[in-house]
């Protein structure tokens, strides 16, 4: 078995898989290892040297495809890339097709990563800092389940305009300084800090106003965790009202819920005008 390590980085493992197939090597016969653990089971097989002569034959849109799925942290992250490469150098395209069990897996996966964007561009939360403050003028802490940070986050670019912000997660980072994107695969420490410290100004205003928006006679908890799961809400302002509103809504607000809110009001007197003569 030959044990390699890309560091989790497309264009490392791309240049070790490119000089793999240049010998033929087969994929039973490659482990990478992931997220810095190796393999138990891989030994310090001699490996080829110099460049192979097999030439392979890859199509653009197979690197691209490789490339989106190769974002998605799990099992065999790399290794099952280097098998759907292996197959289409063979001939064998199939292996690019949702219908075909490994095509399947890779489609899965992209679909996750795909996700996991969309989370990013709807659950991120900044909070601005005071205006004499230098650096970033927006901070947001993040956690996702796979490495979309950076290419999800040139969404921001044009949403923010010339603002400079801040995203900060327990793995990587970017900060936007008003002209170019930074990324650091090794989050600083200082900003995972300033991320996960700072208080919001207009914290209790965004929860008067969530709380009253809030529908629980429309509540379905199943479709509500699908588009909002809930390993979201701790990092969300309004995460730590959500399990108290789906409890009032349980407890009978399904059927009162959008009355019970002003109940309590005087109300106020109309009076009527008499007709004219």
């Given amino acids: 078995m030959i044990n390699l390590d890309c560091d989790d980085l497309f264009d490392t493992w791309r240049q070790q898989a490119r000089w793999l197939l240049s010998h033929e090597v087969d994929p039973s016969l490659v482990s990478w290892a992931s997220l810095g653990v190796a393999d138990l089971f891989a030994s310090d097989e001699p490996v080829p040297e110099g460049q192979g002569p097999f030439q392979a034959r890859i199509p653009r849109a197979l690197l691209d495809t490789l490339e989106q799925a190769s974002r998605y942290r799990g099992d065999q992250r790399w290794s099952l890339l280097y098998e759907v490469l292996w197959r289409v150098s063979h001939g064998d395209r199939t292996a690019m097709m949702a219908g075909d069990k490994l095509g399947s ?33 927006y901070v947001a802490w993040h956690e996702p389940a796979h490495d979309i940070l950076h290419s999800a986050s040139e969404h921001f670019i044009g949403r923010m305009g010339r603002h400079r912000w801040l995203i900060a997660t327990p793995r990587d980072g970017v900060y936007y300084d008003g002209e170019q994107l930074i990324h650091q695969r090794q989050c600083p420490q200082e900003w995972q800090q300033l991320a996960q410290n700072i208080d919001d100004p207009h914290g209790d205003l965004w929860l008067t106003y969530y709380s009253h928006i809030f529908n629980p006679a429309r509540l379905n908890e199943k479709v509500m965790q699908g588009h909002l799961p809930a390993r979201f809400w701790k990092n969300l302002p309004e995460g730590e009202l ?10 009978g607000k399904q059927q009162n819920g959008q009355a019970s809110g002003i109940a309590d009001r005087a109300g106020k007197r109309i009076a009527l005008k008499s007709p004219s003569p």
């Fill in 105 to 137: 897996e890779l489609q899965r996966r992209i679909k996750q990563v795909n996700r996991e964007a969309h989370h990013l561009h709807a659950f991120v939360r900044f909070i601005e800092r005071p205006s004499s403050s230098a650096g970033p003028q």
């Fill in 242 to 251: 959500i399990p108290w509103l789906i409890t009032q809504a349980r407890m």
